[in-house]
Structures are given as C-alpha cells and as structure tokens.
C-alpha cells in the first residue's frame, strides 16, 4: 500500500502549524518562548503536543512502539482525523457495516463523505467478499467494530484479515470492547498489516469516559499523518496527568473489568428468564443486546422508573431489541426488580 497515493493533496501538501514546543523537548531552564503566563503553575504551561509520558506508558503496557501511538479527544478524534486526512469530500467513500457505531456515519457525513453500508448476517457475522464487492477506486477507509456496538459479538478474524489483506485502502478496526476479550486484539499483528489502524479508548474498561481519551495504533506513517492534522494541543494538562495516575495503577482496571465480566453472566442469565424476553445476544463487552416483545414498550417503562437503557429497536437487524450495559450489583438488580415487577 502507498500511503501518499491514499492521501488527499491537500493534506499531503499540507505544511502543518509548529508549535513552540514541538520545537524543543527536554527541560529548559526559563521557558520564554510560547507567551505564557509565569504564574499558576503547572496550569501555565501548554501540553506537551505528542503526550510523550502518556504514550511510554501505554506503548510499555501495550507492548508496542510510542512511534505506532496517536491519542485523541476520545475515539472521535482519529474516527474524524482519518475521514478528513484520507477522504476527498463529494469524491471519496468509506465502507462501514451495518449495523455498527453510528459515529463512523457522523463522521462521514460531517465532512461530506459517502457511507456505503453492508449488512451483517442474521448472527452479526460479515461476509468479507460482499463487504470487499462494495469498493471502488474511491473507496479509501473501510470501518470494521470487534466486538460490534451495538451487536456485542467480536467479527470473525479470518473475515477482518481477509478485508485488511484485499482492501486497497486503510481499514480501521474499533476495538473499543477489548479489554473484555483481550485475546481477540488485532494489536500483536499490527506490524503485520500495513493499512490497518486498530481504535482503543479509555472509555470502557479503564473508567475513563469523563476524561475524553482514545488511542489510535497504525504505522509510524499513519500516526504521522494524524500528529500533522491534529490540534496543535489537543490533549490538555489534566487529562494527561489523570491518565498517567491510572497507568500507573492499571490492576484497578483488570479488577473491574473481572466484575463486570461477573455481573455481566449474572444479568444475562437474569434477563432470559423474563417472560417477555426472546433472545439475549452473546457478547464479548460490557452490554447486552435483548430482544423483546414490546421493546418500546419496556423502554418507555424503565425511563419512567428513571432506568435509562438504549432502545435499538430502529437499527437495521436490532428490530425490537434493548442494549443494555452491564452496570455494577446494586445498578443491575434495581434493573431487574424494575423488570420483575412489570410482570
Ligand atoms: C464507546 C465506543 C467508543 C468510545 O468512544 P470515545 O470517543 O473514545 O469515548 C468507540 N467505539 C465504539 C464502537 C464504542 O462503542
């Protein structure tokens, strides 16, 4: 794959804004050079651009290169980055299944990017070869989810190696859910695959939506690509600082993730044995997708018992469907009593 033949002009001719500190690294003795105030310490000072201490941690932890690491304002960042580094607006498309997260969509849309969806079968599996029929010379992101939101199952590997291997362009594989399948990680085989980007956060597992941090790992000249087109400082102080407080005590997130795992058998088992449920989905994350009869209904329910789920019910395959997230002991049997009353 040639990475410049897959990038727009613009971009590839692009001459990015340098930031004072990207000029200079190690420790200064006065900083001068960015007009900041000298007062109120450590909040005076701009970021580090790059989040260098960050990305030592989670390379260490990952297994992998600070080189192959971008991280974003959530996954969004690098879902938007990507569409706008690779896609010509009016021109270009990206490839997506469905049903899968709906920012990939938004996204596209935002920056006037085609959407070409293929649907999963009737168990959530994708059929490489129509996913693969559905490009043309255009085609130059193809967004897979494993495990998939809102389905909860992981995608079969030989159907995402099979994408990344015939796949002309790059291929971004979510793996938001991760950490409760860690074996399913495409991370190991990242050198491997030239075009792939694999999408982590630490949204889920690590407890940390409130912060807004998510990862992208690529190729040296993927993440470069990104590091040019990102907010000079995208990252700020405090977000850094909190990320580094949990990487370094990172047993907490496998404690929780251990729990989650628990509750999450528990619910399941809990939820099947309700009359009005038809189907609980298998899944490899932290929610659940039910079937129901009247799934609308028991929505609509729940809310006014300010028990608030996600009704799926409108999302192609999902029809009369309820995700529910695994919360902890308490959050789960206030569900289920809610629930067992409406019997
Ligand atoms: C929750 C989720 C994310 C996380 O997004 P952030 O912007 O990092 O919070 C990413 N992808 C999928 C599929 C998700 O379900």
């Given at each position: 794959m040639e990475l410049e033949k897959l990038l727009r002009k613009n971009i590839k001719n692009l001459k990015p804004y340098s930031s004072a500190r990207d000029e200079f690294t190690g420790e200064a003795l006065v900083y001068l050079d960015a007009n900041e105030n000298p007062f109120n310490s450590p909040y005076n000072r701009y970021p580090d651009p790059l989040q260098r201490k960050v990305k030592e941690k989670i390379a260490n932890l990952k297994q992998t290169s600070v080189e192959s690491i971008f991280l974003g304002n959530g996954s969004d960042e690098p879902i938007d980055l990507l569409i706008r580094a690779f896609c010509e607006p009016g021109e270009d498309n990206l490839i997506i299944t469905d049903p899968t997260y709906g920012m990939f969509e938004v996204a596209a849309n935002i920056n006037n990017i085609e959407v070409r969806k293929v649907s999963l079968d009737e168990k959530y599996q994708l059929n490489a070869d129509e996913f693969l029929k559905k490009a043309n010379k255009n085609s130059k992101l193809a967004f897979l989810c494993s495990p998939n939101n809102p389905t909860g199952n992981s995608i079969n590997k030989d159907s995402i190696v099979k994408i990344i291997n015939e796949f002309e362009g790059l291929v971004i594989l979510d793996e938001a859910y991760i950490d409760f399948v860690p074996e399913k990680s495409f991370l190991p085989n990242l050198k491997k695959y030239s075009n792939l980007v694999i999408l982590q956060t630490f949204s889920k597992a690590w407890g940390m939506a409130g912060i807004r941090l998510g990862m992208a790992f690529a190729s040296?000249?993927?993440?470069?690509?990104?590091?040019?087109?990102?907010?000079?400082?995208?990252?700020?102080?405090?977000?850094?600082?909190?990320?580094?407080d949990l990487l370094n005590d990172n047993n907490q997130k496998d404690k929780w993730v251990k729990e989650i795992l628990k509750e999450k058998k528990q619910l399941s088992k809990q939820l099947i044995e309700l009359p009005f449920t038809i189907k609980v989905f298998p899944s490899d994350a932290n929610f659940l997708l039910v079937e129901m009869h009247n799934a609308r209904g028991i929505y609509d329910y729940l809310i006014e018992n300010k028990i608030i789920v996600r009704d799926r019910s409108k999302v192609h395959l999902c029809e009369n469907s309820l995700r529910i997230t695994v919360g902890n002991k308490e959050e789960n049997d206030i569900l289920i009593n809610a629930l067992n009353e409406l019997i």
């Amino acid at each position: 794959m040639e990475l410049e033949k897959l990038l727009r002009k613009n971009i590839k001719n692009l001459k990015p804004y340098s930031s004072a500190r990207d000029e200079f690294t190690g420790e200064a003795l006065v900083y001068l050079d960015a007009n900041e105030n000298p007062f109120n310490s450590p909040y005076n000072r701009y970021p580090d651009p790059l989040q260098r201490k960050v990305k030592e941690k989670i390379a260490n932890l990952k297994q992998t290169s600070v080189e192959s690491i971008f991280l974003g304002n959530g996954s969004d960042e690098p879902i938007d980055l990507l569409i706008r580094a690779f896609c010509e607006p009016g021109e270009d498309n990206l490839i997506i299944t469905d049903p899968t997260y709906g920012m990939f969509e938004v996204a596209a849309n935002i920056n006037n990017i085609e959407v070409r969806k293929v649907s999963l079968d009737e168990k959530y599996q994708l059929n490489a070869d129509e996913f693969l029929k559905k490009a043309n010379k255009n085609s130059k992101l193809a967004f897979l989810c494993s495990p998939n939101n809102p389905t909860g199952n992981s995608i079969n590997k030989d159907s995402i190696v099979k994408i990344i291997n015939e796949f002309e362009g790059l291929v971004i594989l979510d793996e938001a859910y991760i950490d409760f399948v860690p074996e399913k990680s495409f991370l190991p085989n990242l050198k491997k695959y030239s075009n792939l980007v694999i999408l982590q956060t630490f949204s889920k597992a690590w407890g940390m939506a409130g912060i807004r941090l998510g990862m992208a790992f690529a190729s040296q000249e993927i993440i470069q690509v990104l590091n040019k087109i990102k907010y000079p400082y995208n990252l700020n102080v405090l977000v850094q600082q909190k990320a580094l407080d949990l990487l370094n005590d990172n047993n907490q997130k496998d404690k929780w993730v251990k729990e989650i795992l628990k509750e999450k058998k528990q619910l399941s088992k809990q939820l099947i044995e309700l009359p009005f449920t038809i189907k609980v989905f298998p899944s490899d994350a932290n929610f659940l997708l039910v079937e129901m009869h009247n799934a609308r209904g028991i929505y609509d329910y729940l809310i006014e018992n300010k028990i608030i789920v996600r009704d799926r019910s409108k999302v192609h395959l999902c029809e009369n469907s309820l995700r529910i997230t695994v919360g902890n002991k308490e959050e789960n049997d206030i569900l289920i009593n809610a629930l067992n009353e409406l019997i």
